[in-house]
């Protein structure tokens, strides 16, 4: 983990290599889970005009000057969480994934939603993603019994929520 770094984004940071890890990782993690034509037709560069949104901040993990993954995160979007904060993403290229990197990200989006004002925290998990949830449970995380149904390439699927508290 050597010249390892996480920050806020930059205007200086391309916004197709934040896209990068969003797209290589969803095309790993949600192998068997998401349709597989779905994954393979994920276009180049397609989440870099949606990185940056209203009432969301976004760190980055910088290692040798390359960024290798991603948090957003914020005030909860859902009205009846009103006074949480919301782990909205967390993404890695595939590579650096099972190393640690997660939770070291994980921990920094944590903290900065605790300076934020926020002692309750959530957020949604696919729930066939079972290396995720494992992730999230050994990290503290507890499931919910909230629920919400998506359609992903013509797929319907089912997220749980986890929440921490007492941050």
Known sequence: MLNLEIR????????????KVYEESW????????PQ???DDIPKGQWASRIEQADRKNLVMVQDEMIIGTSGFGK???EEMN?????ISLYFLPEYMGKGYGRLL???AVSELKKMGFDKVFLWVLEENRNARYFYEKYGFVQTERCLF??????KLKEVQYCYQDI
Do not use: C, N, P
């Open 8 to 19: 806020y984004i930059t205007k200086s940071d391309d916004r197709t290599a934040i896209s």
């Open 150 to 155: 998506s359609d992903i390439g013509g797929r």
């Open 27 to 34: 095309k790993y993690a949600y192998q068997g889970i998401v």
């Open 83 to 87: 006074g949480f904060g919301e782990i």
């Open 76 to 78: 909860s979007r859902m």
């Open 37 to 39: 034509d779905y994954l």
């Open 106 to 108: 994980l921990q920094a």
